[in-house]
T-cell receptor
Framework: KQEVTQIPAALSVPEGENLVLNCSFT??????LQWFRQDPGKGLTSLLL?????REQTSGRLNASLDKSSGRSTLYIAASQPGDSATYLC????????????FGTGTRLTVIP | DAGVIQSPRHEVTEMGQEVTLRCKPI?????LFWYRQTMMRGLELLIY????????DSGMPEDRFSAKMPNASFSTLKIQPSEPRDSAVYFC????????????FGDGTRLSIL
């Protein structure tokens, strides 16, 4: 069973700062790694999906990396804005061909104007 | 294009009552997932369907929980009888081609069992 951990549980940064969110997983035979954003009272919004054969994916100010050997993924947010305030979750399937996602407990990000 | 639609958004009921949560996936998506989110356990997969067929229900906590997908555009999650420990936010998500594609989530149903 894939176990996914996110530390810290909460993070506050001033607006404009670059920041990194961390995600660790136990099974290095990872199929893919997904990053989601959750706003209060809302469902999850997919941000980036990194396949096991990839090292990183970029979308706008977001860049996600994957290091299978160390069991880690990072989500880099450049030039943070108050609108980036949300909870960020990472998730990974239970294995190749599996469709069940195992989620971390998330990092709650607050960007202070 | 409409996203995943869940109803109701909020449900408050007394223990012992039957609860039915509803989900309309994104048109054309062939996978549908039901999740439960709590502070203590985070986000947990309950069951998922592929082409309307239940594939993995190992996350369903007890026989009190059941889920159906009678057609490609509708699914229900039923709890009977409900208990206070079932209080949580229940999410439905859909995707094309399973875990190799992003899942699209509804806004959830916040369920409170008194």
């Amino acid at each position: 069973k894939q176990e996914v951990t996110q530390i810290p549980a909460a993070l506050s940064v001033p607006e404009g700062e670059n920041l990194v969110l961390n995600c660790s997983f136990t099974d290095s035979a990872i199929y893919n790694l997904q990053w989601f954003r959750q706003d209060p009272g809302k469902g999850l919004t997919s941000l980036l999906l990194i396949q096991s054969s990839q090292r990183e994916q970029t979308s706008g100010r977001l860049n996600a990396s994957l290091d299978k050997s160390s069991g880690r993924s990072t989500l880099y947010i450049a030039a943070s804005q108050p609108g980036d305030s949300a909870t960020y979750l990472c998730a990974s399937p239970g294995g190749a061909g599996a469709n069940n996602l195992f989620f971390g407990t998330g990092t709650r990000l607050t960007v202070i104007p | 294009d409409a996203g995943v639609i869940q109803s109701p958004r909020h449900e408050v009921t007394e223990m012992g009552q039957e609860v039915t949560l509803r989900c309309k996936p994104i048109s054309g998506h062939d996978y549908l997932f039901w999740y439960r989110q709590t502070m203590m356990r985070g986000l947990e997969l309950l069951i998922y369907f592929n082409n309307n067929v239940p594939i993995d229900d190992s996350g369903m906590p007890e026989d009190r929980f059941s889920a159906k997908m009678p057609n490609a555009s509708f699914s229900t999650l039923k709890i009977q009888p409900s208990e206070p420990r079932d209080s949580a936010v229940y999410f439905c998500a859909s995707s094309l081609m399973g875990s190799n594609q992003p899942q699209h989530f509804g806004d959830g149903t916040r369920l409170s069992i008194l």
